[in-house]
């Protein structure tokens, strides 16, 4: 997830090209007959694209030159866990990036223009969140970290003193029992330990626990505030379990609360927004306090699609819904570049360093023009 956010970063950062730059994004997962069902699309996709330009101009040698690279690298041995490619190409500048990934794409598009495309990446990182899964028994520990529809990392401990499994009995039962509740205390502070490392780092959004009741009730007790404050689950899962299980039993717990939280945060922006405090909602609003350089968080309603036309300025670079200006309102330059909104603004967001809210299913924000955000200050 670092190297993706690293990624939108960068690209984000990229000037406005005067030769055409490609953003591919597609779905990589077979069809009902195991068969890919992209190349029909990106066909018709390119053959629409280069209409729009001159016969036989340099643009249109380009963007062929590019979609042949695109199509030979998606025809080649992905492997067949992909379920995503996003794909940027520009044959004029000599780019070319090809960023594989386990989740889909809600939507596959194609994009040419003269900077990299962002919104599908910018919406894959934030509905993707990192957790951290740390399953546990008496004797041994396991900390797997899953991101963007994968298993990231994984790391297996012992505890710091095995327990001696031979029974006992008669008057010494007392006294076994005592040394195996020592046992799971002293394992149950090793185990919060490393977990509390990965958390305190900022490493995940969310983290779940794993393991049978008697070990989850003692790491229950060791839990600091930090992890308690990223605690979403508890699940009895099995210390022997495959990485691969362990995230299909957790990740749809984890897309659950990420949804929730997107619009929890909603509600407070649009509860600050009435009581006239650090938010505003609607489009105009929100445009002008990403000009101002006020945003905290940019948050965009699901729904908030890339039809909304707006202008930019290609001086200044500060934005405005249509109808477009004759000159800059700002720096008074000429004739406003016209752009995709939503694209825009997710653009801007980026460059500045503020984090994207992605929110589904919202009717407040929705009501709202699908966009608002947390400001830092009012001016």
């Not at 953003?23 to 066909?43: A, Q, Y």
């Not at 003269?114 to 990446?121: A, D, E, I, K």
């Not at 327990?163 to 005592?178: H, K, L, P």
């Not at 992890?227 to 362990?246: F, G, M, T, V």
Request: net charge negative.
């Amino acid at each position: 997830m670092t190297d993706l956010q690293q990624t939108i970063d960068r690209l984000a950062h990229l000037a406005p090209s005067p030769n055409p730059l490609i953003s591919c994004f597609v779905n990589t997962g077979p069809d009902g007959r195991g068969r890919p069902t992209f190349m029909p699309f990106l066909k018709k996709a390119f053959t629409e694209r280069l209409r729009s330009f001159p016969e036989r101009s340099d643009a249109v040698r380009h963007i062929e030159a590019d979609r042949d690279r695109i199509l030979e690298f998606l025809a080649g041995e992905l492997d067949p866990a992909v379920k995503g490619a996003a794909l940027y190409a520009s044959d004029a500048d000599g780019l070319w990036e090809a960023h594989t990934f386990r989740a889909p794409f809600d939507e596959e598009r194609v994009v040419v223009g003269p900077v990299p495309h962002l919104y599908p990446l910018v919406k894959l990182a934030d509905q993707s969140p990192l957790y951290a899964v740390c399953v546990a028994d008496s004797r041994e520990a396991r900390l797997v970290v899953c991101g963007l529809g994968e298993v990231l990392t994984e790391e297996d401990f012992a505890g710091p003193e095995p327990i001696d499994q031979t029974r006992v009995a008669g008057w010494a039962e007392v006294r076994y029992q005592s040394r195996i509740d020592d046992h799971l205390q002293k394992n149950a502070r090793e185990i919060v330990e490393r977990l509390g490392r990965i958390v305190d780092r900022g490493e995940v959004d969310y983290v779940i626990l794993g393991g049978d009741d008697a070990i989850l009730g003692e790491l229950r007790r060791h839990l600091t505030p930090a992890i308690r404050e990223k605690l979403i689950d508890e699940e009895h899962i099995s210390i022997d379990s495959a990485s691969h299980e362990i995230l299909k039993r957790t990740l749809q717990v984890v897309r659950d609360t990420e949804a929730r939280d997107s619009r929890r945060l909603a509600d407070t922006v649009i509860d600050r927004f009435r009581a006239g405090g650090l938010a505003v909602a609607g489009l105009e609003p929100t445009i002008e306090a990403l000009n101002l350089e006020q945003v905290d968080q940019l948050l965009l309603a699901d729904s908030f699609n890339g039809d909304h036309a707006g202008w930019q300025c290609a001086e200044c670079r500060v934005l405005g819904p249509e109808p477009a200006p004759e000159v800059c309102p700002f720096c008074e330059a000429p004739i406003p570049e016209r752009i995709e909104l939503r694209e825009a603004m997710v653009r801007r967001a980026e460059r500045t360093g503020r984090r994207v809210e992605i929110v589904e299913s919202h009717a407040g924000l929705e009501a709202l023009d699908g966009v608002g955000a947390t400001l830092r200050y009012r001016v």
